[in-house]
Structure formats: C-alpha cells, structure tokens
C-alpha cells in the first residue's frame, strides 16, 4: 500500500468551506486574526537567518513553498514582500479559490493542487511553511519527511500547531468549536494534536534542527494574539535544515 499524507475526511472538511477563506467574518475568522502574528514573526526570521536588508522588499528573491496554502492567506503577504512563492494544497477546491483571489490581487504566485510526496518539482526552497497543517495529515512522519526534501541547506522550515494538552483540548475544540464557535464542529481532532517534543524527534531525523520554539497566546480583551511562552495550546516552530 502507498503511503500518502492524504486523510480525505480533512480535505472533505475543508473543500465544504472553501469559499469562505477571504472572508474574513466567515469560517476562517480565526486565521485572519491569527495573521498579522504569524506573517510579522515568519518574516523577522527569515530577515535575521538571511541578512536581506532590502527595505521596499525584504524578501526579494527567496524561494518559499507554502504547504497546505488553503486559499493563500500567507501566500500573497509574502509574494508581496518580494518572495518568489509556490502554494500546495491537496484540496483542488482551495487551491481553485487561491488562484482567483492572486489574480485578482495582481500577485503571480505558483499555486498547485499537490502534496509534498506527488510534488513534482526539482528545484529547492529557501522557506518552507508548514502553518496549520500537520494536525490535519495522514502520517505525520512521512508528511515532515517528504516536506525536508525540498528545502535547501541552511534552508528554515516554520511549523505552527497545537500541542496535545488538556488544555488545548478544552480551548481549541470545546471552547473554539462548540463554545465559541469559532470553526465549524469537528474542525479539530484531539489525537491529531503534536507534542513539541515529538516535532522536535521527527525534525531530527529529517535533519532539521530547532532553532526557536515559540507559544502563541488569544488576548480576548485585545481581540488579538501574541507570541507567548506559553505553549500549552498554539505554538510556532523555526528549524534549519542541516
């Protein structure tokens, strides 16, 4: 039997809303509050790790590959920064919705209905962003595994997920799915949730060596997040590829 990252119940989920990913009142709500977060903290790294001192386009030239893209919302924030992007998503419907909304926005980036194994493209990345996405894959290991192979040396790869707590069980699927209703019902699944400690083992035997690990908190009072210590629900990952 062929391995695949592929779980179809997950893209099942998600092409039912897949039109909902620019709005930003819709089904993705908490992602484009998310946003501002993630883009800020990805793009710092990636300016610290490669000295692009370049102002107007900080990014100019860097090859990205965002896994699981969706319908871009990461995407087009650093295709316009100047990075040079490619988007994959097994989902044929996110990426149908990707596409529309680059064209409409005047953004040239590279969008493929794929995963990293049926990937067929030889040439290397400088970033890859794995945001969201690993609680939703088949097989986790074999998911990092074929997502190194396409990062260059000394290349970072940023991983953002939900740690397999209590905690995170009672935040981001009773209170986000049921309480809040935050995300449809049945967004989440517990057991798919990763310890740090296990992404760490996994980036190790895929050369992949951590260098940051960050939480990321929801201040309700501010209606914003922040990174945090704290990363017992959400947390940011940067490794190096050695």
């Not at 998310?34 to 800020?40: D, E, G, M, V």
């Not at 692009?52 to 990461?74: F, R």
């Given at each position: 039997?062929?391995?695949?990252?592929?779980?179809?119940?997950?893209?099942?989920?998600?092409?039912?809303?897949?039109?909902?990913?620019?709005?930003?009142?819709?089904?993705?709500?908490?992602?484009?509050?998310?946003?501002?977060?993630?883009?800020?903290?990805?793009?710092?790294?990636?300016?610290?790790?490669?000295?692009?001192?370049?102002?107007?386009?900080?990014?100019?030239?860097?090859?990205?590959?965002?896994?699981?893209?969706?319908?871009?919302?990461?995407?087009?924030?650093?295709?316009?920064?100047?990075?040079?992007?490619?988007?994959?998503?097994?989902?044929?419907?996110?990426?149908?919705?990707?596409?529309?909304?680059?064209?409409?926005?005047?953004?040239?980036i590279n969008y493929i209905c794929s995963t990293p194994e049926n990937?067929?493209?030889?040439?290397?990345?400088?970033?890859?962003?794995?945001?969201?996405?690993?609680?939703?894959?088949?097989?986790?290991?074999?998911?990092?595994?074929?997502?190194?192979?396409?990062?260059?040396?000394?290349?970072?790869?940023?991983?953002?997920?939900?740690?397999?707590?209590?905690?995170?069980?009672?935040?981001?699927?009773?209170?986000?799915?049921?309480?809040?209703?935050?995300?449809?019902?049945?967004?989440?699944?517990?057991?798919?949730?990763?310890?740090?400690?296990?992404?760490?083992?996994?980036?190790?035997?895929?050369?992949?060596?951590?260098?940051?690990?960050?939480?990321?908190?929801?201040?309700?009072?501010?209606?914003?997040?922040?990174?945090?210590?704290?990363?017992?629900?959400?947390?940011?990952?940067?490794?190096?590829?050695?």
């Amino acid at each position: 039997m062929k391995i695949t990252t592929i779980n179809n119940d997950e893209i099942n989920k998600f092409n039912k809303i897949a039109d909902e990913w620019w709005n930003p009142e819709g089904k993705f709500k908490p992602l484009h509050k998310f946003n501002p977060t993630r883009i800020k903290y990805i793009k710092k790294n990636i300016i610290d790790h490669f000295k692009n001192n370049k102002k107007n386009n900080p990014l100019s030239g860097l090859k990205i590959l965002d896994i699981g893209c969706g319908g871009g919302l990461l995407s087009e924030p650093f295709a316009r920064l100047g990075a040079i992007v490619t988007g994959i998503d097994a989902s044929d419907k996110n990426i149908k919705v990707a596409k529309i909304h680059a064209k409409k926005s005047n953004l040239k980036i590279n969008y493929i209905c794929s995963t990293p194994e049926n990937l067929n493209y030889y040439k290397k990345f400088d970033v890859i962003l794995n945001m969201e996405v690993v609680e939703h894959v088949q097989d986790l290991n074999f998911f990092m595994k074929q997502s190194a192979k396409f990062l260059k040396k000394n290349g970072l790869m940023f991983v953002a997920t939900l740690n397999k707590t209590l905690k995170s069980y009672v935040f981001a699927i009773i209170g986000a799915e049921y309480i809040l209703g935050w995300l449809p019902i049945g967004t989440h699944d517990w057991e798919k949730f990763v310890e740090p400690s296990k992404l760490i083992k996994i980036g190790v035997k895929n050369n992949l060596k951590i260098d940051l690990l960050d939480g990321m908190k929801y201040n309700p009072i501010s209606d914003q997040w922040k990174i945090s210590e704290d990363k017992s629900v959400n947390y940011i990952s940067k490794f190096i590829k050695v």
